[in-house]
T-cell receptor, first 116, second 116 residues
């Protein structure tokens, strides 16, 4: 079955440590996204990528980095510069037809990141 | 910029009854889409329904329908014949397309409880 796989499900970060969240999709989608969800709040966009080897900052990119070397993969690194990293992180993808606002986003099952 | 406001942090409904979740939004774009996503306890985001701003007719998907009031920038979700499986957090979202495509802006969410 096609879908989006996020790993790990739970992740713990020590002070000063960088951690990487994995996101893989086999839907042949061009566009991929990372969202952050804090308790009692909606999702906020961290980074998005419309095509391989290209990505743009979302609304809260500070302290995060991404890469898009393969169409299927869009890993997110939470750097030590992110002072409040505890949150639920959701990866999503869409077909990626440029300029279209009606695209359905397909979401992964998320990674809960906590600070030790 | 886009904003979405869900003024009801929590709502409850009896099984088989009808409930309406409220959402207001703001965008400077003339072409945009509105979405309702459901996040059950599994935390996987699921698309419930979407509405194009240009369409006068309200979208319907089985027991789910919307009341789209463009002038008032209101986009409420009605769930008829509520079922226990409808219990979840519901998010309203807007996507204005163009250079912003895929950049869904979400509201804060409404937790829906369904009582048997």
């Amino acid at each position: 079955d096609g879908g989006i796989t996020q790993s790990p499900k739970y992740l713990f970060r020590k002070e000063g440590q960088n951690v990487t969240l994995s996101c893989e999709q086999n839907l042949n989608h061009d566009a991929m996204y990372w969202y952050r969800q804090d308790p009692g709040q909606g999702l906020r966009l961290i980074y998005y990528s419309q095509i391989v080897n290209d990505f743009q900052k979302g609304d809260i990119a500070e302290g995060y980095s991404v890469s898009r070397e393969k169409k299927e993969s869009f890993p997110l690194t939470v750097t030590s510069a992110q002072k409040n990293p505890t949150a639920f992180y959701l990866c999503a993808s869409s077909i990626g037809r440029q300029g279209r606002a009606d695209e359905k986003l397909f979401f992964g099952s998320g990674t809960q990141l906590s600070v030790l | 910029a886009q904003t979405v406001t869900q003024s009801q942090p929590e709502m409850s409904v009896q099984e088989a009854e009808t409930v309406t979740l409220s959402c207001t939004y703001d965008t400077s774009e003339s072409d945009y889409y509105l979405f309702w996503y459901k996040q059950p306890p599994s935390r996987q985001m699921i698309l419930v329904i979407r509405q194009e701003a240009y369409k006068q007719q309200n979208a319907t998907e089985n027991r789910f329908s919307v009341n789209f009031q463009k002038a008032a920038k209101s986009f409420s979700l009605k769930i008829s014949d509520s079922q226990l499986g409808d219990a979840a957090m519901y998010f309203c979202a807007v996507n204005a397309g163009g250079t912003s495509y895929g950049k869904l802006t979400f509201g804060q969410g409404t937790i829906l409880t369904v009582h048997p």
